[in-house]
């Protein structure tokens, strides 16, 4: 654990935060707010996307802890073939459960446009971690309740993260992280990394009706020994 002002950051095991952790999902899905409508089959939606890292011994959940409440989390996948194996067997359930409400015509115009979006996005970050080649070093998904969206919260994420990353015997990780466009890119890279890709967000763009950018970045660890010589 590592304290930071009224902040500690605690590695948690999934086991009894899960609900935390999906709720705080849930609530900041679009760009930090709750979705202004709910999709068809979202709860599967949300199993799909952070199943494999509450149930995977191969992931590592970081979370900063505020007086009991968790104010930001990170997941991290130190197994990206494990993962790809996992989505595509849920997604291929998932697909399953799709066809069911779309022939019962349970299925609205709404949840249609957002899958659809969702599904070109996730094209677009395979073909951009292929073309970086990042598809065998760690992956990370980040999220912080807005609330606590001064920094102090990213930056022991990005410690944290660090870490375990170092502790697999990985000097480097990626990660997608939207933003409006034209906003944040050069401070991002210089917290977080390289950006080696900056595409559209379909799915974001069309939610909040303003144009959001997905930047994949690729961050390579700072020597600890290096900081500490410095």
Known sequence: ??????????????AGREEEIRQLFIDTFEMGSLL???????DEFVQ?????FLQNP???VVAVDDAGTIAGYALVCGNPRSLDRWVAREMRRFCLVL?????TLRFDRRSAGFY????????????ARLR?????IPQVHMNIDRSFRSGRVGLALLSSVDTICLGLGQTSWTGEINAVAGSRERALARLIGKIVDRRRNRTFSWLS????????????????LELVSG
Do not use: Q
Request: aromatic fraction near 6%.
């Open 1 to 14: 654990m590592v304290a930071s002002g009224a902040l500690s950051v605690t590695v948690l095991p999934a």
């Open 36 to 42: 202004r409508f709910r999709p068809a089959c979202f």
């Open 48 to 52: 799909l996307n952070l199943g494999w």
């Open 58 to 60: 191969h992931a590592s």
């Open 99 to 103: 066809f069911v409400r779309i022939v």
């Open 116 to 127: 659809l979006r969702r599904t070109l996005d996730m094209i677009e970050i395979c073909t």
């Open 132 to 136: 970086a080649n990042t598809v065998s």
């Open 209 to 224: 009706g303003e144009p959001v950018v997905r930047l994949t970045v690729i961050r390579t660890i700072p020597n600890p």
